[in-house]
């Protein structure tokens, strides 16, 4: 099986309005099934499509708060060739 790994990751300090411009490309992309990241290091893009597993995590520790949100998808992958079915 051939594996296709590709990643995109960012990190940067940034104020609310900032973030909720993000979330909001980010829902616009969802809502049209493509998406794109891209920075100076790198790109991706990708095409969320059917179902999609949602994951939000909310935590406080002292004085410091979090929120992850994590949204999984399983691609289309192409269609192989399989041997016929065989009965005996």
């Known amino acids: 099986m051939l594996e296709n790994k590709q990643r995109f ?3 940067s300090l940034q ?3 900032s973030i ?3 979330l909001d490309a980010i829902a616009k992309g969802i809502a049209k099934g493509e ?3 891209s920075d100076e290091d790198g790109e991706i893009r990708m095409n969320p499509r ?11 520790e002292d004085s410091r708060h979090r929120l992850e949100i994590r ?3 399983q691609a ?3 269609l192989q ?3 016929p079915l065989k009965v005996g």
Do not use: N, Y
């Not at 059917?50 to 406080?60: F, I, Y």
């Open 20 to 22: 909720q411009e993000m």
């Open 50 to 60: 059917g179902l999609l597993d949602l994951k939000v995590t909310a935590s406080e």
């Open 71 to 73: 949204i999984a998808w």
């Open 81 to 83: 060739a399989k041997e």
């Open 9 to 11: 990751r960012h990190q």
């Open 15 to 17: 104020d609310c309005q």
């Open 76 to 78: 289309d992958e192409p």
């Open 35 to 37: 998406l794109s990241f």
